[in-house]
């Protein structure tokens, strides 16, 4: 009696041995090939449910609606991003050139690109559900005021790209000889004569020697009339008797550095500016259709 019970109950662990291995095998084989295995996720699917039986007709201005979410989306995060790291990637060329001289346009886009994010809501609630419609005059507002910091940036960039000239047969690129090559030469010279004195002016001469790769304004002798040559115009300015110098001066590659920066900022800004627009009037169609339409807003009726 005894051993039938033993050998039963040997047989039921076995068997319950056997078959979570089978699971365990149809799972592994379900993960690496989907369409085979008993337990697959073809097998596994929902079935599809028509429109016009689960309630939901799908209109153009829903999928406009739908898109034009997305798009804002999209390009506010990201102008966002560019906006942040420029303004993080500016600061040590905001010590040396006196304030917020190159900080404008981002500072106009950044702020831009804050208050549109909320507009990627908005216009998802009212693709979703057409009771949302009264969020409508609130993202025309916001779009409208986001446009025109946009504005406002990329003007700014357009004027600041236009004082820079360059003389591009040559590598790396030669400022010309202006009016904005005159005030960023004075300003480099002024920073320069307290580099001793003022930590922030030595905070951004280090980085942007250490980042460009340059030393002074025009060349290396500029050092000699204020001060000694510091260890950032170096390339080995970690040892302690650096030897190798940087004999390209500053004051080209940064105005080419600054100018790259100002022309990316102005593409997003463009990018942006252009789907906010576009956003803006499908908003005002679409809320007007459905104040003067009897509750028809489809914007392709």
Known sequence: MDFAKSFTRKQDLGDTENLRNQNSNESMISVVFPWRGENNLFKRRPNFTSNYESG?????????????????????????????????????????????????????????????????WITWICHYNKKNYTFLPLLIVILGFSISMLSIGISIGIVQKSKMAFDKSIHPPKLLPNRFKAELNETLDATMSLYTENSNYRYGWDKIQQRLRCCGIERPDDWLCYSHVPKSCYVDYK?????????????????????????LLSGLIFITFTVQVISLLLAVVIYVKDKLGNGNSDVTS
């Open 239 to 263: 040892c302690s008797k650096p030897k190798l110098l940087y004999l390209r001066g500053c004051l080209d590659l940064l105005s080419y550095e600054l100018a790259w920066e100002i022309c």
């Open 56 to 120: 939901r007709i799908i209109s153009p201005t829903n999928f406009y609606l739908c898109m034009m979410a997305i798009l804002l989306l999209c390009t506010s995060v990201g102008l966002t991003v560019i906006s942040t790291w420029l303004i993080i990637h500016r600061l040590p060329y905001m010590h040396l050139t006196e304030g917020s001289f190159f900080m404008e346009a981002s500072t106009f886009t950044l702020f831009a690109s804050l208050i549109s994010i909320p507009c990627c």
